[in-house]
């Protein structure tokens, strides 16, 4: 049976509840916390709270090595992850759910390859479309089953943080071609790749990018903004299943 990971990220902790817990170490140390199975109907699917639990692990210190071979060696196949995001799109309101089809990487000084000794094999993964599997077209189904609305395709331009981005940072993202800015899809997406499975990032608009609106970004929005959308994406997940991963 297809197994899936869902990578919880901002907003996104208490999304199901726990059926059992995982308990994993890896080669490269512990995941963020520990997977825990939830219950979705149609598939059996592990959760790892990517800032871990409590949220406290900064994009830029978490181990997304430990977490990807944790989902794996659960028999994840196929990681459904969840990013908040800013807008650099001005056509994306706060709020939006959306499936990027690519990606910029401006992240630095991140642990970003399993092929980093002689145990891993240096290997060249192939990442023209990084989301390109069948899990992102399961979303896309999924998604259009529970009437959800899901903006498909856009491009995730991948900050360090903690920091938000300057004005003239996310101006720079959108002369790129970058439609979201978020600080967590990498390296997670191509370790992802590197370990063999089939990965798709599901965004939640949180903010418009910024520069992009008159007043300064809000911490404090951010969050309830989130929260209500997490309804609409558990809503997505619970329509997920093993029939749509053709
Ligand atoms: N920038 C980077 N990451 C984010 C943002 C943002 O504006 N909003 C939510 N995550």
Redesign the pocket.
């Known amino acids: 049976m297809s197994r899936l990971g869902v990578i919880g990220g ?1 907003g996104a902790l208490d999304l199901f509840e726990p059926v059992e817990s995982g308990n994993s170490s890896t080669r490269w140390g512990a995941p963020s916390a520990e997977p825990v199975r939830v219950d979705l109907g149609a598939m059996e699917a592990w959760f790892l709270a990517r800032h871990g639990r409590p949220h406290r692990i900064p994009p830029h210190r978490i181990d997304y090595r430990a977490n990807i071979a944790a989902l794996k060696a659960l028999g994840v196949r196929h990681v459904i992850a969840l990013n ?3 807008a650099v799109s001005p056509d994306l309101p706060a709020g939006a759910l959306v499936l990027p089809d690519q990606l910029i990487d401006y992240t630095w000084g991140r642990v970003h390859t399993f092929s980093d000794d002689a145990e891993a094999p240096l290997e060249h993964i192939e990442f023209a479309d990084p989301f390109a599997g069948p899990t992102r077209r399961g979303l896309l189904a999924a998604a259009a089953a529970a009437d959800i609305e899901l903006v498909d395709g856009g491009c995730y331009g991948a ?1 360090q ?1 903690p920091r ?2 300057t004005a003239a940072e996310v101006a720079r993202l959108a002369a790129d071609g970058c439609t979201l ?3 967590t899809a990498m390296p997670e997406a191509a370790l992802a790749r590197e370990a063999g499975l089939d990965y798709a990032s599901l965004c939640v608009v ?2 418009p ?2 520069g992009l609106q008159a007043d300064p ?1 809000s911490i404090d929005e ?1 969050h309830r903004v989130l929260q209500r959308a997490m309804e609409r994406v558990a809503a997505v997940l619970r329509r997920f299943s093993p029939g749509l991963l053709a």
Do not use: D, H, P, R
Request: charged share 5%.
């Open positions: 901002t908040a995001v800013g900050t943080g938000l981005e800015v978020g600080m949180a903010n990018g910024a970004i951010i």
